[in-house]
């Protein structure tokens, strides 16, 4: 992490948004939390201040709830499908307006690189929205025919929207996460209110006041900054939320669904994962040790679909184990806002703790460091990538999530066998298989339990592509058309016409 030249200026848009008194958007308004108390956002590559953004609380819950309710049962069912839609449209484009912006933002409060999220992060949050544009004119029903004796029936379905949806979202791609949940529930005419991370608020209070200049009326967007005890706890238990929509912890998904229990409010969850990545000792091994890199170490390990668990045929494990290592040690890390930094510090204090405590009992049970295993430097909560090898399945390196950059290889012997291993986890949010023979390919897409398989390809990402978990990985999918059943119910009518 040495000194050079490639710093990027912050722009001055940014300094100001930074600097600002934030306040977050309740009922077309931005606003102080009602108890007036705020809480610190930090930057990951020197720990220090980023912004005091509002801390918002039961009651400021109570009062985006009772906006989104006006909204969802005036304003915005004034507005055609045709509408709704030219407004998601008209986000995808402020949102490539302020792309530059949007990528600093995010370095700065998340952590990642700034490169990376001017690629990843922000073209993909305005894509979401331009798909889900698209959707608002096509929420349609059928028409169903009945096998009433004598007939004398005509019945059709409605699709309707669910009404009022808290969303809860985590840290690790802010304004992306925002987009996956905005971006459905407003194309279907729902209204929302979004709780967002506490470790990374900035980028959807922005996001917040773009919402407001593309013209939505009041209370169909609030985003409410706060904790996840007081906040989020409060939007999941909310008796008049329809619909809660949360991405985070397995753990705490576990606390959504108690708490929505008390209204029966619908769920839809996107957890967490230990998902395997599958090398055959026939697939091409130039891209499948980069590609394996790649699913480890993409956003610093950060992503709930990681390929954490790397199994490698037995004949070729050396050879990838080794490669795998070479790429991960030629890694730059550094500060997000450095045009050549490749990985930045994980997001916040707790997470460094957290994956250094994987990385010691990972140590403690026999696991072997190949590469890195522990904390870079002393300031700034940097981790260098890993490769762990001699894991065996009862350690807890194998089992849980780290959500670092720590991968554990782990040899097989017989290439009909690795499915039952890699199936072996509570969760089954992705998984990745790297081979030339298309029938084991498309066996191992069959065989996998897994919401997503990559063949010959990892964390690979579009608005039409469903993603969402088997098993402890999640309740229903994001993206796509299926993740507008997220959001909407379905009315049957049925008419008696002679
Ligand atoms: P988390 O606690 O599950 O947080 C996710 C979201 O839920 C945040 O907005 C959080 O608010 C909120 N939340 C926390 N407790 C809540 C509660 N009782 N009721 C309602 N909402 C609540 O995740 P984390 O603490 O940030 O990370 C812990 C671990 O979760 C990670 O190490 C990783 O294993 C996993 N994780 C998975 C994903 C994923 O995409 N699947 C993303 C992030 C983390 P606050 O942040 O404001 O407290
Ligand atoms: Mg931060």
Redesign the pocket.
């Known amino acids: 992490m040495e000194e050079n030249s490639t710093l990027v200026e912050t722009l001055p848009s940014v300094r100001g948004f930074i600097s600002r008194r934030h306040k977050m958007l309740i009922d077309g308004k931005m606003v102080d939390a009602a108890s007036g108390k705020t809480f610190a956002s930090y930057n990951p590559a020197t720990g220090e201040v980023l912004a005091q953004v509002p801390e918002g609380d039961k009651e400021d819950i109570d009062r985006a709830v009772s906006a989104a309710r006006r909204a969802f049962e005036g304003s915005w069912r004034k507005f055609t499908p045709s509408q709704r839609g030219q407004l998601l449209w008209k986000i995808s484009e402020l949102i490539e307006r302020h792309a530059d912006e949007f990528a600093q933002i995010e370095s700065l409060d998340n952590g990642k690189p700034v490169a990376v999220a001017r690629v990843a992060d922000v073209p993909l949050a305005a894509d979401l929205f331009r798909y889900m544009a698209g959707w608002a004119t096509k929420i349609e029903g059928n028409t169903i025919p009945l096998s009433i004796p004598g007939g004398g029936y005509f019945a059709y379905t409605l699709r309707e929207p669910v009404g009022v949806a808290g969303q ?5 791609f802010p304004l992306l996460m925002a987009a996956w949940k905005l971006g459905p529930a407003l194309a279907v005419g729902c209204t929302v209110v979004l ?5 990374t608020p900035l980028s959807a209070l922005r996001l917040a006041e773009l919402i407001q200049e593309a013209g939505f009326p009041a209370g169909v967007v609030n985003v409410v900054t ?4 007081t906040a ?2 409060a ?2 238990a909310h008796p008049a939320v329809d619909k809660i929509a ?4 397995t ?2 998904g576990k ?2 669904v108690q ?1 929505a229990a008390g209204n029966l409010k619908k769920v839809s969850l ?4 230990k998902s395997p990545n599958v090398v055959f000792k026939d697939a091409d091994l130039e891209t499948a040790i980069p590609g394996a890199a790649n699913a480890i170490f993409f956003n610093h390990g950060q992503c ?1 679909c990681a390929g954490s668990r790397l199994y490698v045929e037995k004949d070729v494990f050396d050879q990838v184990v080794q490669g795998v290592a070479e790429q991960g040690k030629q890694i730059k890390l550094g500060p997000g806002m450095d045009l050549s930094t490749q990985m930045g510090p994980l997001v916040s204090t707790e ?1 460094l703790d ?1 994956v250094c405590g994987y990385l010691q009992s990972g140590r403690q049970e026999g696991a072997k460091a190949v590469i890195g295993g522990g904390r870079v430097g002393d300031r700034g909560y940097f981790v260098a990538p890993t490769v762990l090898t001699d894991v065996k399945p009862d350690m807890k390196v194998y089992q849980e ?1 780290i ?1 670092g950059p720590v991968v554990a290889a782990i040899p097989f012997s017989d290439p009909n066998e690795v499915e039952a291993a890699a199936n072996q986890t509570i969760y089954g949010l992705a998984a990745g298989v790297w081979t030339r023979d298309i029938g084991k390919a498309h066996s191992m897409a069959e065989k996998l339990r897994a919401g997503t398989v990559w063949i010959n390809c990892y964390n690979v990402f579009d608005a039409a592509l469903p993603f969402g978990g088997y098993k402890q990985s999640g309740w229903g999918r994001e993206m796509g058309h299926e993740v507008l059943e997220n959001y909407t119910e379905t009315k049957s009518v049925c008419v008696r016409i002679r």
């Open positions: 809860i979202i985590p840290w690790n709780k967002v991370a506490e470790q706060g904790f996840g005890e989020g706890a939007l999941a949360f991405t985070g912890s753990e705490v606390l959504i708490a996107e957890l967490g994962g709930c997470q957290r999530e959500f």
